[in-house]
């Protein structure tokens, strides 16, 4: 990704060891929530709310939790990514205006196969 001459990334990312899924009635616009855990703590929370809201901005909390919002849409592949990868990293660059965040994979080599 190219961020541009002189660009500052204040990236924290953490590994995700396990995980849990919430799926939501009717909460402030949250169709479900999935906290990430490693050894045990809450590290963060993946956030989805009903396509077609405001989604608020991605955030680290007070205790340094990774909050990430992301469309509702998104939901089934997020959760078919905890399920078939590992090792998962979330990560948060909260150094821009509007911070931004994700789910990823370490390197991988082309054309593994899962098994």
């Known amino acids: ?26 909460s402030f616009g949250q169709s ?4 990430c855990y490693q050894d045990g703590v809450v590290k963060g929370g993946l956030f989805f709310y009903k396509d077609g809201m405001t989604i608020p ?8 939790e990774l909050n990430l919002m992301f469309q509702e849409k998104h939901l089934a592949e997020v959760l078919g990514t ?9 990560w948060l660059n909260d150094s821009s205006t509007r911070p ?16």
């Open 1 to 26: 990704m190219d961020l541009g001459k002189g660009a500052i990334m204040a990236m924290t990312m953490f590994e995700i060891d396990s995980y849990r899924v919430f799926h939501m009635t009717d």
């Open 82 to 90: 905890l399920r078939l990868e590992k090792p998962l990293f979330v």
């Open 32 to 35: 479900a929530i999935i906290h």
């Open 100 to 115: 931004y965040g994700g789910l990823s994979t370490s390197g991988e080599p082309v054309g593994e196969e899962e098994t």
């Open 57 to 64: 901005q991605s955030s680290r909390s007070s205790s340094g």
